[in-house]
């Protein structure tokens, strides 16, 4: 069995302490019960936090000071099947060489779909 699907997003906004990303809900990201499935809400997540970790830089296939997370908790509280999910990343922490970061994955209507922590480290 064959499965594809296809992941859009966009950044809305981003400064050195929040990013905030929306994806819109459509087929590529549903699962079998025609909701989002769960790792299109985890990656939307990450992605989220890897760019605010990122502080501005720019994203370059092999680049050094990727922030690789090396740990993720989730809390997927919520669904839809249509709509925008909005993801918003702030720090923690922001250390040195370790970054903690936050994301709430909410509808557009600001129900909660999901709290993610993600702890990142930056490549060498």
């Known amino acids: 069995m064959e499965v594809q699907g296809q992941i859009k997003f966009t950044i809305t906004q981003r400064s050195s302490d929040e990013v905030i990303a929306e994806m819109p809900v459509q087929p590529g990201i549903l699962n ?28 370059e296939k092999g680049m050094k000071g990727f922030p690789l997370a090396i740990n993720l908790n989730a809390n997927l509280l919520g669904n839809s099947a249509s709509g925008m999910f909005v993801a918003r990343s702030i720090y923690v922490k922001n250390g040195r060489t370790v970054k903690v970061v936050k994301t709430t994955v909410t509808e557009a209507s600001g129900k909660l779909i999901a709290d993610v922590t993600t702890s990142h480290v930056l490549s060498v």
């Open 32 to 59: 079998p019960f025609g909701t989002v499935h769960a790792g299109a809400t985890l990656w939307l997540a990450d992605v989220a936090a890897s760019i605010l970790v990122l502080d501005g830089d720019s994203l």
